[in-house]
């Protein structure tokens, strides 16, 4: 959690990094953005718009608006998705904005008690894979007794605490193997070593999906991976930058350039979208480190989406066809890869060459399903909005199966999938590429 508190400027923001005046200054108040702003389309006012954010920083900045809870909600009420970034014409970073505007909120300490409580919780949990196991064997022993079942029916978590009653909304089926990591070390290459890769397990993935991971494994083997899995490796920091923890995020870039560091990688892969992105930020989040600035642009050369990768490099893997009929799939951007890390085209070019695939586009691609990291726990009713209508958008290209790249979407579509009663299979391209590679039909 955020201790420091520096000097106030003669802002409302504090003299440790605020929002740069140059960024805000290239905001020239066009509105383009608007419309593909999940926030504002759902709450439908200018400030929550990335425009009328960016006015409020201007404001503070200058001292004429104060960051207090009434303006902090509008910070907090973006999902940090970055469409704004991709549908700017004039190259506005709002990303920079955000993320510097988020650790000044953290550091105000204007959040009513409940919800530090619940902000701290999270963050002294979440990324912590151990704590989380620690956590998760109660909660089995919830789903599985029948309880959650009566919790959910009598609705009254929802009255008095709706932020738990969206985690509790949001918990996936617990996996028999969350609570061990099993991949080995090292894995070696299937045939001729092509590459030497590091791979990134995710906190959340291994526990709530370590089925992606596993076929990640098999995936690059297949493909003439030799794959290392440091063993010790924790948590990348995608949720505590996000959040704007800036002393947490930093010490987790710092333990994860650690962790790869002599490991003689030709890239450190990453399967998870909102993980990736972070990875490849760690160059802005140790920038005024004067131990790790250098390595962090070192690593950062080496990071990839695993998508990203197998598309430049190739597969060499046999391919089958997944089903006997040709399969409708549907590519479910994340917003960390497609606004965050720009990657698009390679997840589909990977799925197009599994025989047999047809892919679907949905309407309003490029808008975030509310997941967002922790924004469907702790901005339920916006996150819902945009779950049930991205699974509508999905659902409507009448495809048979969803893939997404994302651990965060995952959970967030398989929750709505179920609200609506629609059984569409929401699998990892990883997955899907597995299977193909073993022969397994769907
Ligand atoms: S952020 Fe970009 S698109 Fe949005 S109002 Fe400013 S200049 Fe226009
Ligand atoms: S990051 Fe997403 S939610 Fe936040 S202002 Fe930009 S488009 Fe809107």
Redesign the pocket.
């Known amino acids: 959690m955020q201790t420091s508190n520096p000097a106030k400027n003669s802002g409302g923001f504090d003299a440790q990094n605020p929002p740069d005046p140059k960024l805000i200054d290239?905001?020239?108040?066009?509105?383009?953005?608007?419309s593909t702003c999940p926030s504002y389309r759902v709450i439908g006012k200018e400030m929550d718009?990335?425009?009328g954010r960016?006015y409020l920083m201007d404001g503070i900045n200058e001292g004429e608006i104060p960051l207090n809870p009434a303006t902090i909600q509008h910070f907090d009420s973006c999902l940090g998705c970055l469409a704004?970034v991709t549908?700017?014409?004039?190259?506005?970073q709002?990303d920079q904005l955000i993320a510097a505007t988020r650790p000044q909120v953290e550091r105000q300490d204007a959040r009513s008690l409940p919800q530090k409580l619940l902000r701290q919780f999270i963050f002294s949990v979440f990324p912590y894979p151990n704590r989380m196991r620690a956590l998760l064997r109660p909660l089995g022993i919830y789903q599985k007794s029948g309880l959650q079942k009566i919790v959910r029916s009598m609705g009254f978590l929802s009255a008095i605490a709706p932020q738990l009653s969206a985690m509790e909304a949001i918990l996936p089926d617990i996996p028999a193997k969350a609570f061990t990591d099993t991949i080995p070390a090292l894995i070696p290459a299937q045939g001729e070593k092509r590459y030497r890769v590091g791979m990134l397990l995710g906190c959340v993935q291994r526990l709530f999906n370590p089925e992606v991971n596993d076929a990640t494994v098999r995936v690059l083997t297949a493909n003439g991976c030799e794959v290392l899995v440091p063993q010790t490796q924790g948590c990348c920091g995608a949720l505590s930058h996000h959040q704007g923890q800036e002393e947490q995020a930093k010490h987790f870039a710092r333990q994860m350039i650690d962790t790869f560091a002599n490991t003689e990688v030709d890239a450190v892969l990453v399967n998870a979208s909102g993980c990736g992105h972070t990875l490849k930020e760690y160059g802005h989040i140790l920038q005024d480190d004067p131990n790790y600035a250098e390595p962090a642009k070192a690593f950062v050369k080496k990071v990839k989406d695993v998508q990203e990768f197998l598309a430049e490099v190739g597969l060499t893997a046999k391919l089958s066809p997944l089903q006997a009929q040709p399969l409708t799939l549907v590519y479910q951007d994340a917003c960390h890869m497609l606004h965050g890390q720009k990657i698009s085209v390679q997840p589909r070019q990977l799925l197009r060459k599994i025989p047999g695939v047809q892919l679907r586009e949905p309407i309003d691609a490029a808008l975030c399903c509310g997941s967002a990291g922790i924004y469907n726990i702790l901005q339920p009713e916006v996150a819902n909005e945009l779950g049930q209508q991205k699974v509508e958008n999905l659902t409507n290209t009448g495809a048979s199966v969803i893939a997404s790249a994302n651990i965060g979407c995952y959970v967030q579509i398989s929750r709505h999938l179920k609200l609506q009663g629609k059984a569409v299979p929401v699998l990892h391209p990883m997955q899907l590429l597995d299977y193909s590679i073993r022969g397994i039909q769907l």
């Open positions: 290239s905001c020239v108040h066009c509105g383009f953005c608007l718009s990335p425009r960016i704004c549908t700017c014409p004039s190259g506005v709002y």
